[in-house]
């Protein structure tokens, strides 16, 4: 059974940085579309970052603050966050297109979800 098992959040400093893993087990990944999405209270799951076989694509709010990178060898996609921001604060997941390496900011895309990591940012 394919799983995605997501780590590294936590409470930050605004300013602070935080990595998030994200490990695929149970296949490998290295074709899929993969992205990061948070959720903050009482708001909508919105995308943050995302990677498919061509390109890398950010939401504004996070551009020039956080990197989406992969490491095919280890099945691992992270989020490099820096310069973070209390509005940042968010249960943080990532999600895969099991069958598709084309990039997608839509949620309704994506067929596997991890279970989420909170990260904090205190002002």
């Known amino acids: 059974q394919v799983q995605l098992v997501e780590s590294g959040g936590g409470l930050v400093q605004a300013g602070g940085s935080l990595r998030l893993s994200c490990v695929t087990a149970?296949?490998?990944?290295?074709?899929?579309?993969m992205a990061w999405f948070r959720q903050a209270p009482g708001k909508e799951r919105e995308f943050v970052a995302g990677?498919?076989?061509?390109?890398?694509h950010y939401a504004d709010s996070v551009k020039g603050r956080f990197t989406i990178s992969r490491d095919n060898a280890k099945n691992t996609v992270y989020l490099q966050m820096s310069s973070l921001k209390p509005e940042d604060t968010a249960v943080y997941f990532c999600?895969?297109?099991?069958?598709?390496?084309?990039?997608?900011?839509?949620?309704?895309?994506?067929?596997?979800w991890g279970q989420g990591t909170q990260v904090t940012v205190s002002s």
């Open positions: 999600a895969t297109r099991l069958c598709s390496d084309y990039l997608s900011t839509g949620s309704d895309a994506y067929n596997l």
């Open positions: 149970g296949r490998t990944f290295y074709t899929n579309a």
């Open positions: 990677s498919g076989s061509a390109a890398t």
